[in-house]
């Protein structure tokens, strides 16, 4: 019954490899969200999508790109990464991100450490 | 600099104490909302707040938005240890309709 899934839970790489992280869900939500959560639990977005529009994070590196192969997925590709990167990624999703009772819809994080 | 600022960032009482969360911005919102996060999950949403000066009630929560809609607050009373947890506030942002965070209230309620 998980609304929003996130795979691995943990993960683990030396830093110049690349990685990706998984992202399901299955409340036929129109839009998906990754989310980046420091040390200090700050949240931070990094793209929103759905099918017509990606919408980046101007901060976010180039290094880091969505992937979307249908409605229900949006995949983080995570190319030669490095010792800041490591940090708590979040999936979300909401049905409308322009109604204001269109909730964010969370996994429960992938926790990234880049050694 | 934070789009929205919330204080205290830390926050220790004794179950059955009352206590206040606030979150701050310049900037106007249309709604606001905020969720609670508890370790090794992602937050979950308590409530939003659309209408300035709207005052929501969840059991023991009280929730706030500003005359201005630029301010929020959270107030619970009689705190019990299960309320423990990292509590987000997040308004929608005119430009990209995303919900943007503010760095959260860790709350810890000793029984």
């Known amino acids: 019954d998980t609304a929003v899934s996130q795979t691995p839970k943990y993960l683990v790489t030396q830093m110049g490899n690349d990685k990706s992280i998984k992202c399901e869900q299955n409340l036929g939500h129109d839009t998906m969200y990754w989310y980046k959560q420091d040390s200090k639990k700050f949240l931070k977005?990094?793209?929103?999508?759905?099918?017509?529009?990606?919408?980046?994070?101007?901060?976010?590196?180039?290094r880091f790109s969505p992937k979307s192969p249908d409605k229900a997925h949006l995949n983080l590709h995570i190319n030669s990464l490095e010792l800041g990167d490591s940090a708590v990624y979040f999936c979300a999703s909401s049905q409308d991100p322009s109604s204001y009772n269109s909730p964010l819809h969370f996994g429960n994080g992938t926790r990234l450490t880049v050694t | 600099t934070q789009l929205l600022e919330q204080s205290p960032q830390f926050l220790s009482i004794q179950e059955g104490e009352n206590l206040t969360v606030y979150c701050n911005s310049s900037s106007v919102f249309s709604s606001l909302q905020w969720y609670r996060q508890e370790p090794g999950e992602g937050p979950v949403l308590l409530v939003t707040v659309v209408t300035g000066g709207e005052v929501k009630k969840l059991k023991r929560l009280t929730f706030q938005f500003g005359d201005a809609r630029k301010d929020s607050s959270l107030h619970i009373?009689?705190?019990?240890?299960?309320?423990?947890?990292?509590?987000?506030?997040?308004?929608?942002?005119y430009n990209n309709n995303d919900m943007r965070f503010g760095a959260g209230t860790r709350l810890t309620v000793k029984p």
């Not at chain 1, 977005?45 to 180039?62: A, D």
């Not at chain 2, 009373?77 to 942002?93: E, S």
Request: aromatic letters at 8%; glycine letters at 8%.
């Open chain 1, 45 to 62: 977005i990094m793209f929103s999508y759905n099918n017509k529009e990606l919408i980046i994070n101007e901060t976010v590196p180039n």
């Open chain 2, 77 to 93: 009373t009689a705190a019990q240890p299960g309320d423990t947890g990292l509590y987000l506030c997040a308004g929608d942002d």
